[in-house]
């Protein structure tokens, strides 16, 4: 499990500042695409460090993990400094903001 997180952790370094990845895009790069779930739990372990996790969210955009990460209101505000747009729902709009780790 160990070596998963590193890879984990690996794919959210590189994630450009101003867009977002999804669970499901880190696990699927990663080649596990059920794993989406074990992303989670990785970006959990990585509570504390430098890691930009305030740029995972789930597969709508919404902002799931926030409670591990200071909050909603914390993980949006993140995000809008960097200047991700969000819709009416309070989801990012991945549209505009999607990284893909294949890119």
């Not at 998963?4 to 952790?9: A, E, G, L």
């Not at 977002?20 to 779930?37: K, P």
């Not at 709508?60 to 995000?79: E, Q, S, W, Y």
Request: glycine share 12%; hydrophobic share 40%.
């Amino acid at each position: 499990m160990s070596d998963f997180f590193d890879s984990v952790w690996d794919v959210v370094a590189r994630i450009p500042r101003g867009r977002v990845t999804t669970y499901g895009h880190i696990a699927a790069h990663l080649g596990s695409r059920s794993a989406a779930r074990t992303v989670g739990w990785a970006l959990g372990a990585a509570k504390g460090t430098p890691l930009p996790c305030h740029r995972v969210v789930n597969q709508r955009g919404a902002l799931t993990g926030a409670n591990k990460f200071g909050g909603p209101h914390v993980m949006a505000d993140r995000l809008r400094n960097e200047g991700v747009a969000f819709d009416d729902e309070g989801n990012v709009r991945l549209d505009l903001h999607l990284w893909d780790p294949e890119e």
